[in-house]
């Protein structure tokens, strides 16, 4: 009953929330208009280039490729246009199982997610313009230098830390002044990146005790990794800038650039015998279409729908193939090298003072008016996280700068908003919520979520069936490799560490424990253990299904230009190219990845031409 009201609560406080942004007339105050929508009646038989996606590389190899204007280039998405309400950056968590997502969950494999109905883990993915930038929490983070000398050392010229840190440059437009100086920041460019203009007490106290540990505050994005940080993000003007606010917006009137949206492609065409790519087709309106690409189709869906349109297509394993009757175009490996972050969710300590964020405290009338009116306040925290840091476990080298566990801070909790939506876009069941959090519902309490940096264990994307629409099975295997979850203890005690620092014992910090866990002993691995296998948290970053690597490497799926190996005009630009899962959060990767692989594209096009 109580989760029913406090549902009710943030429906009426959401449509409150659109209703003082739509009278407020908000979007008129946006200085770029959204992309057009082109109607099928308008779209042409053929294009030099085709583009499937519109997320953080899919908008921008749309943005680099139309740069050229004798390209013409159309941009398909499965999803529409972005919401008053993705733009609030504290409201990300209430996208998730709303109709810009894909809802996808993980097959149960009895090892991870037990906390969760079914014991599946629920696998948000965007299905809008901007694809999962939409739906994310907005954390701008590169990962480590080292994680691209390795993927350069694998084999794969022009992918090192250098070139990385070129196309970040490239896309970057950071707010911050101090920033703007060093060498590894840049403004001017598409994508804003700023700290939100609202901040609480206690990711102040989160910085201090960063230094009772022994690290330094510093810019995680900068030099050194290791260190804590105040979180800066995908921000701009306290609303969240998508890619699709980023790169598409500002050029929505090129003449050479279509965009399709609620146009979702089930499959590429290519001809079995030359193995040239001559197309794809797409549902739209419950019609199905085909258009021609005259140079090549990029597969921009993401690290689940990239792998399934390759197997729809014929390209992937054999036997996988072969399973669904679907005629083999391209033996690949297509669906394994699965890497995604996994962490624990709810390690919770209660304070006695009113510092952190809660439903009661943040869903009024004056934070929507000081969102609305400033682009300020609470509303403008991401998702809740306010702090990162990335930290060295016993396993790690710590003079290595090369760290194995990162740390999301968040001035709340799983009850902090007494179930309303947290709980269900973390897919908890019902049991384990009123088990472990019903009773502090009232009570202000901060988080930290230690995520595994570079996970061994492996998993796979694999099809359910042929029909395109059908979701495909995901198996994170979390957990498969033995180390991942030592390291992983080693991660919440550092957790615990963090919250026994002389700065959040001034707040009464107390660790919540799962009551289920207790009986194993308080801060013993077992304990953490059963916290972890219980509330596993995916941090939302699968990548690797289709590798890059060099023609020797077996697993390899596209070659270091991003050419799927076999087949003429076909790309992957996405987060499925990556060899290995970088040591830090998605998003800014992947957008790395884009630009990249649109100056790869132009390299090969206009230099022939
Ligand atoms: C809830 C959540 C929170 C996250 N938080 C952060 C964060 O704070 N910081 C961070 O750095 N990273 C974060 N990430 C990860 C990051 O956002 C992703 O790694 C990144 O967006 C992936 O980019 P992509 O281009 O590979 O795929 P996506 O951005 O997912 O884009 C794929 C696009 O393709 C479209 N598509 C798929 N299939 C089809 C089809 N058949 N036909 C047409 N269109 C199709 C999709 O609708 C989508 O728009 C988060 C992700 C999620 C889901
Ligand atoms: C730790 O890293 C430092 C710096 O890279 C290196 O000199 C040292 O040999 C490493 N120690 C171990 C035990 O690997």
């Known amino acids: 009953m109580e989760a029913a009201a406090a549902a009710t609560n943030v429906g009426v406080f959401v449509s409150a929330l ?9 979007e008129y105050f946006d200085t770029e208009n959204r992309p057009i929508d082109v109607a099928t009646d ?27 204007e004798r390209w013409n280039v159309l941009l398909l998405e499965a999803g529409g246009d ?9 409201m990300a968590a209430y996208l998730q199982q709303s109709q810009l997502d894909w809802k996808y969950k993980s097959e149960p494999q009895g090892q991870a997610c037990l906390a969760m109905e079914n014991g599946r883990c629920n696998w948000p993915r965007g299905k809008v313009i901007g694809g999962s930038s939409t739906l994310n929490y907005m954390l701008y983070l590169r990962g480590n230098k080292k994680d691209y000398d390795i993927w350069e050392s694998l084999g794969n010229p022009g992918w090192g830390s250098a070139d990385a840190l070129y196309y970040f440059k490239k896309s970057e437009d950071n707010k911050n002044p101090y920033l ?3 060498h590894y920041h840049s403004s001017g460019g598409y994508l804003t990146v700023s700290e939100p203009p ?74 079995p015998v030359s193995k040239i790519t001559f197309g794809v087709e797409f549902l739209r309106d419950g019609k199905l279409y085909r258009i021609r690409a005259r140079k090549e189709v990029i597969l921009s869906a993401g690290a689940v729908n990239s792998p399934q349109l390759l197997m729809l297509s014929g390209i992937g394993p054999k036997k996988e193939l072969e399973r669904h009757k679907i005629p083999v175009i391209q033996d690949l490996q297509v669906g394994n090298n699965l890497q995604d972050h996994i962490g624990l969710g709810g390690l919770t300590f209660l304070i006695n003072r009113p510092d952190s964020i809660t439903l009661d405290r943040v869903y009024s009338v004056g934070t929507v008016m000081q969102y609305a009116v400033w682009g300020g306040g609470p509303l403008t925290i991401m998702g809740g996280v ?9 396993y790690a080298n710590a003079s290595d700068d090369f ?40 009570q202000d309490a901060w988080s930290v979520i230690p995520m595994l940096l570079r996970p061994r264990s492996r998993g796979t994307i ?66 953490f253990e059963c916290m972890i296998r219980l509330y596993s948290a995916t941090i939302y970053h699968p990548v690797g299904t289709a590798k890059m690597g060099p023609y020797w490497d077996q697993q390899a799926v596209v070659d270091p230009q991003l050419r799927v190996y076999g087949i003429k005009g076909l790309r992957v630009i996405d987060a499925s190219i990556m060899p290995n899962l970088v040591s830090g959060n998605t998003n800014a990767p992947v957008i790395m990845i884009g630009e990249k692989g649109s100056d790869l594209i132009k390299e090969f096009w206009l230099k022939k031409i």
């Open 462 to 527: 694999r099809l359910r069936s042929k029909r395109p629409l059908d979701p495909p099975l995901i198996y994170p295997n979390y957990f498969f490799d033995d180390f991942d979850m030592k390291t992983l203890i080693e991660g919440a005690k550092i957790g615990v560490a963090l919250s026994q620092t002389p700065a959040f014992q001034s707040y009464g910090s107390r660790l919540h424990e799962f009551p289920q866990c207790s009986p194993l002993g308080k801060y013993s691995d077992k304990f």
């Open 386 to 394: 306010e702090g990162l840091a990335f930290v060295n476990t016993k």
């Open 180 to 182: 703007i100086q060093t």
């Open 198 to 271: 609202y901040r609480t007490p206690l990711v102040a106290a989160f910085l201090e005790a960063g230094k009772q540990l022994g690290y330094k505050n510093r810019d995680i994005n900068g030099e050194h990794q290791s260190g804590f940080m105040m979180a800066q993000g995908t921000i701009r003007n306290g609303a969240r800038c998508s890619t699709g606010k980023a790169f598409l917006r500002p050029i929505r009137l090129r003449p050479n650039l279509h965009v399709a949206m609620n146009s979702h492609v089930t499959r590429v065409l290519i001809d």
């Open 18 to 26: 659109v209703a003082t942004l739509t009278y407020l007339n908000y």
């Open 42 to 68: 308008q779209l042409l038989d053929r294009y030099d280039f085709i583009v499937v996606g519109s997320g953080s590389a899919g908008a921008v190899v749309a943005n680099r490729l139309s740069e050229v």
């Open 403 to 442: 760290p194995d566990i990162e740390f999301h801070f968040v001035s709340g909790s799983t009850h902090s908003d007494r179930g309303a939506q947290l709980k269900k876009a973390h897919g908890l069941s019902d049991l384990f919520y009123n088990r472990v959090f019903k009773s502090i519902e009232n």
């Open 82 to 90: 972005e919401t008053e309400i993705s733009d609030v950056p504290l």
